[in-house]
T-cell receptor
Framework: GDSVTQMEGPVTLSEEAFLTINCTYT??????LFWYVQYPGEGLQLLLK?????DKGSNKGFEATYRKETTSFHLEKGSVQVSDSAVYFC????????????FGTGTQLKVEL | NAGVTQTPKFQVLKTGQSMTLQCAQD?????MYWYRQDPGMGLRLIYY???????DKGEVPNGYNVSRLNKREFSLRLESAAPSQTSVYFC??????????????FGPGTRLTVL
């Protein structure tokens, strides 16, 4: 079945540091890929997505590129802020019915001054 | 727009008790979902409803039932709660019906503890 593997956290960075959170996937066919973010005490919200190979999703300074050859969708940001502290989930959407999402386990990011 | 709303926010049950978690969305979305979130396991799909009048099992359906009451509302019922069902439950909705990858919008969650 489909699966998503993320790097374990927590990841602790200083403000303005460069961020990479690794995500790899296993899926049949050509899934769409997503990054969701969960701020403390809240539900998940979409950060960015890519629907086909070589697409780059971007939002709020975050970027991720759909790499079919390495089955990866790594999240990057050039300069993190304290307000980016949250849990980040990589997910894929199957191509069958129902638009179901398969999530990774989440990576907690802590950004310190 | 309130988006996706869930009630209650917190609940404590004793083993064997029953309860229903309520979810409603005001975005006229076709599809709705119930997930549970457990430490170190991400979110796992319990049940989903691709469109009004249909429901299907997800990855972890045992011990749960759902009802798609109308296009807006999708409830999750625990008939006989067990400690293993202690979790945070999230409802989500998306515009797509079937076969189309689309953004899911999440509610704020219900934190359930079963003693």
């Amino acid at each position: 079945g489909d699966s998503v593997t993320q790097m374990e956290g927590p990841v602790t960075l200083s403000e303005e540091a460069f961020l990479t959170i690794n995500c790899t996937y296993t899926a049949t066919g050509y899934p769409s890929l997503f990054w969701y973010v969960q701020y403390p005490g809240e539900g998940l919200q979409l950060l960015l997505k890519a629907t086909k190979a070589d697409d780059k999703g971007s939002n709020k300074g975050f970027e991720a590129t759909y790499r079919k050859e390495t089955t990866s969708f790594h999240l990057e940001k050039g300069s993190v802020q304290v307000s980016d502290s949250a849990v980040y989930f990589c997910a894929l959407s199957d191509q069958g019915g129902g638009n179901k999402l398969t999530f990774g386990t989440g990576t907690q990011l802590k950004v310190e001054l | 727009n309130a988006g996706v709303t869930q009630t209650p926010k917190f609940q404590v049950l004793k083993t064997g008790q029953s309860m229903t978690l309520q979810c409603a969305q005001d975005m006229n979305h076709n599809s709705m979902y119930w997930y549970r979130q457990d430490p170190g396991m991400g979110l796992r799909l319990i049940y989903y409803s691709a469109s009004e009048g249909t429901t299907d099992k997800g990855e972890v359906p045992n011990g749960y039932n759902v009802s798609r009451l109308n296009k807006r509302e999708f409830s999750l019922r625990l008939e006989s709660a067990a400690p293993s069902q202690t979790s945070v439950y999230f409802c989500a909705s998306s515009e797509a019906g079937t076969g189309s990858p689309d953004t899911q919008y999440f509610g704020p969650g219900t934190r359930l503890t079963v003693l």
